[in-house]
């Protein structure tokens, strides 16, 4: 088992582009979420997916969007990319009301 | 108040000394509390989660105090690998799915 893979694990954008991040489980759980970690802040939630076909806000959800596109993947799109989004991005998956397992993390620098 | 918060340290620990960490917080009706643990540059990983009565796990032991909204994490006989950020996480007020996270504690285990 693979876990949960992120997809970039670097990427450079200038402000205004747009990206997606690609986050994928193979552990077959319900419950999906993206977070950002900045310095000092801990790790924020920017959407989470209780199933696939819903999505709901988090704390941080401004200038972001999410797709579940099935039940392994859970997308995460930057459409005008801004440099206050400049993070470290986390997806994370969960069973019930267990643990979550982390991806490895996407760095995003914009400038 | 924030949620969930965390002294964030550093702590810096000779070898083999014992070092606790609590973290407080605010919703009372929180059922599900965990320990994880980030190294510099990767992803967090659960450590523990915390049961009521209290739990261990070799040298690492984790307490929750209801009464007072904080759990703890005591690591005895420290070891140079246990240097790592130690982040809090409780599930978010009014979503058991939901978990917020603290900002983490640096420790620092010297030689």
């Known amino acids: 088992n693979a876990g949960v893979t992120q997809t970039p694990k670097f990427q450079v954008l200038k402000t205004g582009q747009s990206m997606t991040l690609q986050c994928a489980q193979d552990?077959?759980?319900?419950?999906m979420y993206w977070y950002r970690q900045d310095p000092g802040m801990g790790l924020r939630l920017i959407y989470y997916?209780?199933?696939?076909?819903?999505?709901d806000k988090g704390e941080v959800p401004n200038g972001y969007n999410v797709s579940r596109l099935n039940k392994r993947e859970f997308s995460l799109r930057l459409e005008s990319a801004a440099p206050s989004q400049t993070s470290v991005y986390f997806c994370?998956?969960?069973?019930?009301?267990?643990?979550?397992?982390f991806g490895p993390g996407t760095r995003l620098l914009v400038l | 108040r924030k949620e969930v918060e965390q002294d964030p340290g550093p702590f810096n620990v000779p070898e083999g000394a014992t070092v606790a960490f609590n973290c407080t917080y605010s919703?009372?009706?929180?059922?599900?509390f965990f320990w994880y643990r980030q190294d510099c540059r990767k992803e967090p990983k659960l450590l523990m989660s915390?049961?009521?009565s209290g739990n261990e796990d070799g040298r690492f032991t984790a307490q929750l105090n209801r009464a007072s909204q904080y759990i703890s994490l005591l690591i005895r006989d420290s070891k140079l690998s246990d240097s790592a950020t130690y982040l809090c996480?409780?599930?978010?007020?009014?979503?058991?799915?939901?978990?917020?996270f603290g900002s983490g504690t640096q420790l620092t285990v010297l030689p």
């Open positions: 994370a998956s969960r069973a019930g009301y267990e643990t979550q397992y």
């Open positions: 552990m077959n759980h319900n419950s």
């Open positions: 997916s209780a199933s696939e076909g819903t999505t």
């Open positions: 919703n009372s009706a929180s059922q599900s």
């Open positions: 915390v049961y009521s």
């Open positions: 996480a409780v599930n978010r007020a009014g979503s058991a799915r939901q978990l917020t």
